[in-house]
């Protein structure tokens, strides 16, 4: 079955210790992209990747780390997370520019 | 700065009512506009993606089309099934970069 695959689905950590949300996609997309869905502001792209070793920041890049070593895997990093990083985040994949993502089923992460 | 803004922010439909989401957007370049549908609690869903002004896309009550300012989502005859919160999103500009409205909610009574 085409899908993205996040994990875990819910994290509660403590302020400042790392954590990784890992992201895989099975449909050999060139895009992946994270984003965090907060209640009133919406999905907001937290950084994007066009391929392989190319990433780049979307609109609210702060505190968040990625790479993209290979076509499959985007992983996001939160180096010291902090309680205004509490939220649900969203792996996505597309086949390319200009077409509609895939959206994996969500990390509900709370930083206490 | 690219800018979506969807309308109404809540819509109440009682089966079979038939009516209209409203899309707005501002960007330099349209690259292409989507429409997804979530679910609480679940990833959002793909729906449709228009590249030009005056085009249309159906998939069974849904009917999208767009403008060069603006997007529609009809929906027709509508059932308590499609309650939902329904996304739009340009894609412009830099190639990956997307940018979501806030969602128009659904709720369909039977």
């Known amino acids: 079955e085409a899908q993205v695959t996040q994990n875990p689905r819910y994290l509660i950590t403590v302020t400042g210790k790392k954590l990784t949300v890992t992201c895989s996609q099975n449909?050999?997309?060139?895009?992946m992209s994270w984003y965090r869905q907060d209640p009133g502001l919406g999905l907001r792209q937290i950084y994007y990747?066009?391929?392989?070793?190319?990433?780049d920041k979307g609109d609210v890049p702060e505190g968040y780390k990625v790479s993209r070593k290979e076509k499959r895997n985007f992983p996001l990093i939160l180096e010291s997370p902090s309680p205004n990083q509490t939220s649900l985040y969203f792996c996505a994949s597309s086949l390319l520019q200009g077409h509609g993502y895939t959206f994996g089923s969500g990390t509900r992460l709370t930083v206490v | 700065e690219d800018q979506v803004t969807q309308s109404p922010e809540a819509l109440r439909l009682q089966e079979g009512e038939s009516s209209s989401l409203n899309c707005s957007y501002t960007v330099s370049g349209l690259r292409g506009l989507f429409w997804y549908r979530q679910d609480p609690g679940k990833g959002p869903e793909f729906l449709f993606t228009l590249y030009s002004a005056g085009e249309e896309k159906e998939k069974e009550r849904l009917k999208a089309t767009l403008t060069k300012k603006e997007s529609f989502l009809h929906i027709t005859a509508p059932k308590p099934e499609d309650s939902a919160t329904y996304l739009c999103?340009?894609?412009?500009?830099?190639?990956?970069?997307?940018?979501f409205g806030d969602g128009t909610t659904l709720t369909v009574k039977p």
């Open positions: 449909m050999n997309h060139e895009y």
């Open positions: 999103a340009v894609q412009a500009g830099d190639a990956g970069k997307s940018t």
């Open positions: 990747s066009m391929n392989v070793e190319v990433t």
